[in-house]
């Protein structure tokens, strides 16, 4: 079948049309014979066994009977009619289906004499054994039996899928129409020699299993198949970049010199850690080899990402380039460009801050600055990738908290000066399946070492019953001279959710605590009022801050000790953790308690247990992809994650690994895919990313 044929409408397909279509495209994204083909189930009912109605017994688990209709009656009742359809059972014995909902429009479905098929769980009733509201299929209709005696798929829907028909037993018929029709045609886009190494199923085998599976056996094996090929074509995707980046010249950046010496030996009053000078070491070997640097730094809240970036900067000023330090707000930026002054100070040089707030004057000088390569280093928001900041001559970006920018807006800086190194860093530790797919084409450097002295946070789940002892453990803290952070999910009072807010929050802990000062930041303030209280507090002008999350990264405050988050079960695990990375700066012990009300849902529950288990952000990061999936880890659209019909990278990280090997051996073998044992591979893998370009994981 050729790559046309499965790239047309699927408005031309039997029993599709113009309606259906448009529908089928708004509600699941299928637009095309390709998309139908991969329009896999979310569920399967296993109706292969069908259970002899005078056999019947009570029991949990749903089951098939077949048998004839021999009445319909709707029975009158004192609040609801109900529906009964008495069932004689091929080999004797009798049964009821109930339904007490849809009477009417269900008694339209059966006639006295017709051949049907219930499926569901048997309940006793007196005499008579029972299923209520089951799942139906009437037999004597013309055509094969798709819904009974077999494995029978349900697919995702919908009301608008509903509305035009499109059920699972509609979706199941023209399937089997397209299978019969075109099912043959089908050719496997896999190498052969792969499909044997890897033990695959044939893929047109498994395209028709996975819809129309005989067995649990075979179904298994085609979903594995199919799991196989999608994480494959993007470990291709991810391999061929690979590939391409020894292609890539960058900056050739000269061995470190004073600067960089100067910063880590004099200007930094601590020793790097072990993982710090590895992270450091991998980008200097990077940066010197010509070829443009890609790496992404892991590392937990903490960890001192931000002072590698700044000796890779002095690095780059050594060697006569400039650097840029990309950041996702402008409270976060304004935080890393006072860090930097602090830093850069003692070496008499200059950063300059470019965000969205800043006054016309400031802009203009800082642009001037930049330009003319008076300046070496650049901070910023988004407001650094547009057209009117032109830097002298840029050999460094670093982009921090790189997942919360849209892969455009890297691409963007990647495009600034002559392709300048790349330098991704994230809080966020990214389970490894994810990193293979997200991040499968950069090298990546990890800091899993904490600094020295520093005390692992001590995190507490309490209810509002508790909260008098949680005011009495805060003020002790207080008189110790140590500060607070107290968190809110909201800023104002809001009528739909009984929440307690930032602004009432603040009132209620003044009165609660007179003889301390407490301060308010939020996102709805100007930079200027964010800024004077953040200092504030960072001066101990402030002893307890009250926030919403505009402090979830980047504020450094290492008195702070306590982080009390009101109404936790309301944040992210992600954003959890980031919060309690905010205490434990110092040497002292730091506490983070989580207040929490008894209403939550499981997801909550098991977001609030792995916060008091472990402060260790990577199991952090297995446990919030588990909870959440990976789509949702960082945001499809944002992340650039491709979008997963059927793979899990919670439970398929073996077959992912399996198809990593396969895709990173063929392309260090024919890395155009040129070979004639590649040519269905090539023009099945342009066709799936043609369209979407080959930088959805890469910045450049």
């Not at 299993?209 to 196989?228: D, G, T, V, W, Y």
């Not at 980046?245 to 050739?252: F, R, S, W």
Request: aromatic share 8%; proline share 5%; hydrophobic share 35%.
């Amino acid at each position: 079948m050729s790559e046309e044929f499965l790239g047309q409408d699927v408005r031309y397909v039997k029993g599709v049309g113009e309606k259906r279509a448009d529908v089928w495209a708004d509600a699941h994204g299928v637009r095309t014979v390709r998309d139908l083909f991969h329009f896999y189930p979310r569920r399967y009912l296993d109706r292969s066994t069908v259970t002899p109605v005078r056999r019947l017994q009570e029991a949990p688990e749903p089951v098939t009977v077949v048998g004839t209709v021999t009445s319909v009656t709707v029975v009158p009742g004192n609040n609801q009619k109900r529906l009964e359809v008495v069932l004689e059972g091929e080999q004797g014995g009798q049964m009821k289906g109930t339904w007490f909902q849809g009477v009417w429009w269900v008694r339209k479905a059966f006639e006295e004499g017709d051949r049907v098929a219930f499926h569901g769980k048997v309940e006793r009733y007196g005499r008579w054994y029972s299923m209520t509201h089951p799942d139906f299929d009437r037999l004597n209709d013309e055509g094969p039996l798709l819904d009974t005696g077999r494995i029978v798929p349900l697919y995702p829907g919908g009301e608008a899928m509903s509305n035009v028909g499109l059920t699972s037993r509609a979706v199941r018929r023209i399937l089997y129409n397209l299978f019969k029709e075109h099912g043959l045609k089908l050719q496997e886009p896999l190498p052969e020699r792969m499909v044997e190494a890897y033990d695959l199923m044939e893929g047109r085998v498994a395209l028709r299993a996975i819809h129309f599976p005989k067995s649990q056996r075979e179904l298994a094996r085609a979903q594995r198949r199919l799991k196989f090929e999608e994480l494959f074509y993007i470990q291709l995707m991810l391999a061929q970049m690979h590939e391409r980046k020894e292609e890539v010249a960058g900056p050739p950046f000269d061995p470190p010199d004073a600067y960089t010496r100067e910063f880590v030996r004099e200007v930094l009053p601590f020793e790097l850690t072990g993982a710090q000078k590895r992270a450091l070491r991998d980008v200097i070997d990077d940066v010197q080899t010509g070829t443009q640097m890609n790496r992404l730094l892991q590392g937990d809240v903490g960890s001192g990402k931000t002072v590698v970036a700044v000796a890779a900067m002095m690095h780059a000023y050594d060697s006569g380039y400039q650097s840029a330090f990309m950041a996702p707000t402008e409270i976060l930026a304004e935080q890393h460009y006072a860090n930097l002054r602090e830093y850069l100070a003692p070496l008499e040089l200059t950063p300059r801050l470019l965000v969205g707030s800043q006054t016309k004057s400031e802009r203009e000088e800082a642009l001037r600055a930049l330009h003319s390569g008076e300046s070496p280093v650049a901070v910023g928001t988004h407001a650094l990738i547009q057209d009117e900041v032109q830097f002298d001559q840029l050999g460094l970006a670093v982009v921090d908290e790189q997942h919360r920018f849209g892969v455009a807006q890297r691409a963007e800086m990647f495009e600034k000066g002559t392709r300048p190194h790349m330098l991704l860093m994230t809080a966020t530790p990214i389970p490894r399946s994810l990193a293979l797919t997200l991040y499968g084409d950069l090298d990546v450097s990890k800091i899993d070492e904490m600094p020295p002295g520093r005390k692992p946070v001590e995190t507490q789940l309490r209810a509002e019953k508790r909260r008098g002892e949680v005011y009495a453990f805060l003020r002790d803290r207080l008189e110790q001279g140590e500060q607070a952070f107290v968190v809110y999910p909201l800023v104002e009072e809001s009528e739909k959710m009984d929440l307690k807010d930032a602004e009432s929050g603040a009132e209620e802990l003044q009165e609660k605590f007179p003889d301390y000062e407490v301060g308010l930041v939020h996102g709805q303030l100007s930079s200027d009022e964010k800024d004077a209280t953040m200092r504030r507090f960072k001066d101990g002008d402030i002893d307890i801050l009250v926030a919403t999350t505009v402090i979830e990264v980047g504020v450094d405050v290492p008195s702070a000790t306590v982080m009390l988050v009101e109404h936790a079960e309301r944040f992210g695990l992600s954003q959890l953790h980031q919060l309690r990375g905010r205490v434990g700066r110092s040497d002292q012990q730091s506490y983070c308690i989580l207040m929490a009300g008894y209403k939550r849902s499981q997801e909550a529950k098991q977001r609030l247990e792995a916060m008091v288990r472990t402060n260790d952000g990577f199991e952090i990061s297995e446990t919030d992809l588990q909870i959440r999936g990976a789509g949702d880890f960082f945001g499809t659209r944002q992340s650039g994650m491709p979008d997963l019909k059927i793979a899990d990278l919670t439970e398929d990280d073996e077959i992912l690994e399996d198809a990593r090997e396969a895709a990173f051996s063929i392309v260090e073998r024919d890395p155009h895919l040129r070979a004639g044992e590649h040519e269905r591979l090539r023009r099945r893998y342009k066709a799936l990313y043609a369209d979407e370009g080959l930088g959805f994981a890469r910045v450049g």
